[in-house]
């Protein structure tokens, strides 16, 4: 049975645990994440969590690997630059929704079941596709340096589109007398109406993976 808080039965579990301290990074970041504010989330005391997950540490690892749980695994069914295409963009909607967990993704030392399988299917489908162990290497951490620089920049912008982008590009034209090329690059294509920072994603996704693969080329 749950543990019973101020009237109220928390239903607590590893799971649920998890459960909000995701959701209360996505609402706060990292920086600001404490059990404390976890266990104030979730309607109960700091170590009633422990009794379900050993620390915070373990929290995080968890964490990690539910992200790379929502990440879809490149498909078997198709060559591999389409395969790992369709990985990156699913790996750049995932972090959109978890801005705090691109600089996590990859730092931790105890890597979760759903982690490891990630990085066995983007193995498997780089091998696959014929690249040797060299190229494999090479298209995996120019990839997802690409996927996490790529969603650390789109995460801190602070506007990527729409009417938030149009008000904020049309507030900094007014200073840029002294920077022609910037004024103009304002003017002339951020303030274009549909400009969307993230449409730069699949393209330069796009030039990554024709190089790998002219790379790959014997």
Same mark, same amino acid.
């Given at each position: 049975?749950?543990?019973?808080v101020?009237?109220?039965?928390?239903? +607590?579990?590893?799971?649920?645990?998890i459960?909000?301290a995701?959701?209360?990074?996505d609402?706060?970041?990292?920086?600001? /994440?404490?059990?404390?504010r976890?266990?104030?989330?979730?309607?109960?005391?700091?170590?009633?969590i422990?009794?379900h997950v050993?620390g915070?540490?373990?929290?995080?690892?968890?964490?990690?690997?539910?992200?790379f749980?929502?990440?879809?695994?490149?498909?078997?069914?198709?060559? $591999?630059?389409?395969?790992?295409?369709?990985?990156?963009?699913s790996?750049?909607r995932?972090?959109?929704r978890?801005?705090w967990?691109a600089?996590?993704?990859?730092s931790?030392?105890?890597?979760?079941?759903e982690?490891?399988?990630?990085?066995?299917?983007v193995?498997?489908? +780089?091998r696959?596709?014929?690249?040797s $162990?060299e190229?494999?290497?090479?298209?995996?951490?120019v +990839?997802?340096?690409?996927v996490?620089? /790529?969603a650390?920049?789109?995460?801190?912008?602070p506007a990527?589109?729409?009417?938030?982008?149009t008000?904020l590009?049309?507030?900094?034209?007014?200073?840029?007398?002294?920077?022609?090329?910037?004024?103009? /690059?304002?003017?002339?294509?951020?303030l274009?109406?549909?400009?969307d920072?993230?449409?730069?994603?699949?393209?330069?996704?796009? +030039?990554?993976?024709a190089?790998?693969?002219?790379?790959a080329t014997?």
């Amino acid at each position: 049975m749950g543990e019973t808080v101020r009237g109220r039965r928390t239903g +607590l579990s590893a799971e649920a645990v998890i459960d909000g301290a995701v959701a209360l990074a996505d609402r706060i970041g990292m920086e600001s /994440f404490t059990i404390r504010r976890l266990a104030e989330a979730l309607g109960t005391r700091p170590m009633t969590i422990y009794h379900h997950v050993p620390g915070k540490e373990a929290i995080i690892d968890a964490m990690v690997d539910r992200v790379f749980s929502e990440i879809d695994r490149p498909p078997t069914d198709v060559p $591999w630059t389409r395969a790992m295409r369709q990985r990156c963009q699913s790996a750049r909607r995932v972090l959109a929704r978890h801005p705090w967990a691109a600089p996590l993704m990859e730092s931790r030392t105890n890597p979760g079941p759903e982690t490891l399988g990630h990085h066995e299917a983007v193995l498997e489908c +780089l091998r696959g596709g014929g690249l040797s $162990w060299e190229m494999t290497a090479h298209a995996y951490a120019v +990839l997802d340096s690409y996927v996490y620089g /790529f969603a650390l920049e789109e995460a801190n912008l602070p506007a990527t589109g729409g009417e938030e982008m149009t008000e904020l590009a049309t507030a900094m034209a007014k200073s840029l007398g002294p920077y022609p090329h910037l004024a103009e /690059f304002t003017t002339e294509h951020i303030l274009r109406p549909g400009y969307d920072f993230g449409a730069e994603f699949d393209f330069g996704l796009d +030039l990554i993976l024709a190089g790998l693969e002219r790379a790959a080329t014997p």
